[in-house]
C-alpha cells in the first residue's frame, strides 16, 4: 500500500519492515491500525489505535478521534515518530478503504490541524501486513484495547536471523520463550544471573564499560560461540549487558564483522547495528579495538585467498 502526498520537508514518510517495526514497539511511538473497527477487536498490535472512521472519512474525523487519542495517551508516547499499518491481503472494497483512510490520516498528520505536527519527524507505513506481524510475533498482538503483558516487557532488538542485542532486562523468562532464545550470551561487572530455564546455552564474560577494560581478546572467541549458535546448532542468540548499548553492542558489531562480508568497515557496522537500535554508544576504547580487531580480520582474509601460481608458458 503506497501512496503519494506533498508534504513539510520536514517529515519522511517511508516504509517498514516486520523486523524494524518489531524494534520501533520498544520506543512508545504512537501506532494506528487503519483496518476495520471488526478486524481491530479481533486482534491488533498492542498499544495501537484504531483509526477507522466510518461513516463518513474525512480529515475531520480524522482529526476528532486522534484528539480522543491524546487526550487519554498523549503523554505515554513519542510524537516524533508514528507508525501506520493495515491489512495485506483485503478484499477491494475494504482495500479502497483502507486506502482512503491512509491518504487522509496522512493529510491530518502532515497539516496545521495535528497539534503534534511540530515534533513529528518521521511517518512508518508497515508495507508487510498485520497478518504477517501477527504471525512472525504473535505475542505481542492481542484483543484488549491497550495494554497487554507482553507489551509491558523490555524486548531486545531484532539484529537479523537468529540474533538479538539488548539490555540485563531482557533476560526475562517470558521473553526467552517467546523469542525461542537457546543461547545469551552476557557482560557485566558482576558474576552471571543464572537463569530457570535449562534448555538455554550461556555464556558469560565479567567485564566492565570502561576505557580500560580489555574487549579485543574477547572478540574472537565470542564471535565463534555465536556462530557456533547460529550456524552449527540453528539456534537463537541473545547478546546482552547491562544496558545493551557498549559492551554487548562492540560484540555484535565484531561478530558483523567477521561473518559478514557486506560489512568491510567499522563505522558501517556501527550504523547498521544503530539503525536496529538506536541506543547503541560502543564507548571510545572498545570501538578503537574494534579498529584493531577489524584490521586482524582483513589480515585473515586477505592470508586465505589463493595464490597464483608461477607456471612457464611452453
Known sequence: MSTYLSKPSNITITDISIQDLYNYLYWDHRI???RSNED????????????YPLPIITVD?????????????????????????ANKKAHYDDYQLQLEILNSLLSYLTSSMNL???????????????ENF???????CSDNI??????????????????????EMCRN?????????THIMSFSDYPEKKIQSTNTKTLHWQVSDSLSAKLLPVFSPAVEWISKAIDDDKGIVLVHCDQGVSRSASVVIAYLLSSNSNFSTVDMTLNHVKSKRSVIRPNASFLQQLEEYSSTIGIKNESMKP????FAVC
Open 40 to 51: 481491530y477487536i479481533r486482534s491488533h498490535i498492542c498499544r495501537a489505535h484504531n483509526m
Open 307 to 310: 595464490q597464483k601460481e608461477d
Open 61 to 85: 474525523a480524522i482529526a476528532d478521534i486522534d484528539a480522543d487519542i491524546d487526550k487519554n495517551y498523549g503523554r505515554a508516547e513519542q510524537p516524533s515518530e508514528v507508525i501506520i499499518y
Open 146 to 167: 491497550y495494554y497487554s503483558e507482553c507489551s509491558q516487557l523490555i524486548w531486545p532488538s531484532y539484529i537479523m536471523p537468529n540474533l538479538y542485542l539488548g539490555s
Open 32 to 34: 494506528y491500525d487503519i
Open 116 to 130: 503534534s505536527k511540530k515534533s513529528l519527524k518521521q511517518i512508518h507505513i508497515l508495507t508487510d501486513g498485520y
Open 134 to 140: 501477527q504471525s512472525t510475533f504473535p505475542f505481542l
Open 173 to 181: 523468562e517470558t521473553v526467552i520463550s517467546m523469542l525461542k532464545i
